[in-house]
């Protein structure tokens, strides 16, 4: 467990849902606010790649290097203060290095890879990571098999994801995105046990197409999480109409979405209890309890450790309120 600074919420076992760098911002609020081991966080695999012939696992390696206490504060990805060492070399070699992997970094991708092809899991591979690390939490990917994410874009291109997101830096018009062999993945014990035992479940501020529903699309993960007993909370990654980082924003307008917090909350309405929107939308609240689902008004902007465990504690005291709040 990192330095406690905050007083534990002594509430019960929570499942946080998450992929990139918004999502692990949450997770570390959620982290510094709970008691040791009692956080565990579902994260997207999508977006990994074999790259330099390495198992790269890019959001199970931000949310991990997050809660660590390692991430790169400025980018949310990578290890803070990394050299580039290695890349420099392999760009020597002719390989490519439109994909910035850091010395640290690439450790991590080195001893995951090691792990897998001695026979571990991914469950397996990314728990003596997070152990070695000191991370009092459980990161589970959200299956141990492949299912690599594709975006179709409207020009006709079928891209991989991370061709789309970095070679590309998201700039192509979304048509589908596509949750390649999702068919053949099974929902691991881990998960299963996870969700049924949790008493919060909070969808964290990810992209909801290119984080979270990769996830939902683990067959039989979506049922799930509607069946369980836990409260279940999200909070929308749309602030004033506009992603706080990556291309959310613009994906729900080009997949025919309201690009704003009631657009979020019509994709989770009818999973969902609450949804947190930030201040500057609180007009929209009275549309988002019409989906259905309550709408809690908070800030939801996190520059600092600190937001990011008052939107925590914001969000786990909002998810047991009696209806009436
Ligand atoms: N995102 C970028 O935009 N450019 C990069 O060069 C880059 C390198 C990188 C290395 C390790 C890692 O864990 C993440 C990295 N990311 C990079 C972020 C990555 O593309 C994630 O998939 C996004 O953050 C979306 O979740």
């Known amino acids: ?13 929570c499942v946080a849902i998450a992929g990139g760098v918004g999502g692990a911002r949450l997770a570390d609020g959620l982290y ?11 994260v997207n695999t999508g977006d990994d790649f074999e790259h ?57 991708h ?5 792990l897998l092809h001695s026979g571990h899991t991914l469950t397996q591979a990314t728990a003596s990571l997070v152990d070695a690390l000191g991370i009092r939490a459980r990161l589970l990917p959200m299956t141990d ?18 061709d789309y997101f970095v070679r590309r830096r998201h700039q192509d018009a979304v048509a589908r995105v596509e949750f390649a062999q999702a068919t053949q993945a099974t929902l691991t014990h881990a998960i299963s046990s ?18 979270i529903e990769p996830i939902l699309s683990v067959p039989g993960l979506r049922a799930r999480i509607a069946a369980a007993r836990a409260r279940k909370i999200g909070v929308s990654p749309i ?48 549309a988002v309890s ?5 709408c809690v008004v908070t800030p939801s902007l996190m520059r600092s450790i600190d937001d990011r465990v008052a939107l925590a504690r914001r969000v786990l005291e909002a998810a047991h309120a009696p209806e009436d709040d």
């Open 32 to 42: 510094r606010s709970l008691a040791a081991d009692s956080l565990t966080v579902i």
């Open 194 to 211: 996870a969700v049924d035992a949790a008493e919060t479940i909070v969808f964290c501020p990810s992209n909801p197409f290119l984080s």
């Open 1 to 13: 467990m990192s330095e406690l600074q905050y007083d534990p919420l002594h509430v019960g076992p």
């Open 145 to 162: 098999a492949p299912v690599p994410t594709f975006v179709h874009t409207q020009a006709g291109e079928r891209l991989t994801f991370q």
């Open 110 to 114: 080195v001893r995951r890879t090691a």
């Open 290 to 294: 019409a989906t259905g689902l309550r």
């Open 239 to 286: 602030i004033g109409g506009a992603a706080v980082k990556g291309p959310a924003a613009d994906m729900l307008t080009s997949l025919g979405h309201d690009c704003s917090a009631l657009g979020v909350a019509r994709l989770y309405a009818g999973l969902l209890d609450v949804l947190v929107i930030d201040e500057v939308d609180a007009a929209l609240a009275p």
């Open 52 to 108: 330099f012939g390495l198992t790269m696992c890019p959001d199970l390696d931000t949310v991990m290097y997050t809660l660590a206490g390692l991430a790169n504060p400025e980018t949310g990805w990578g290890v803070v203060g990394d050299t580039t060492h290695a890349l420099a070399a392999l760009r020597a070699y002719g390989a490519d290095d439109w994909f910035i992997v850091g010395d640290r970094d690439l450790a991590t």
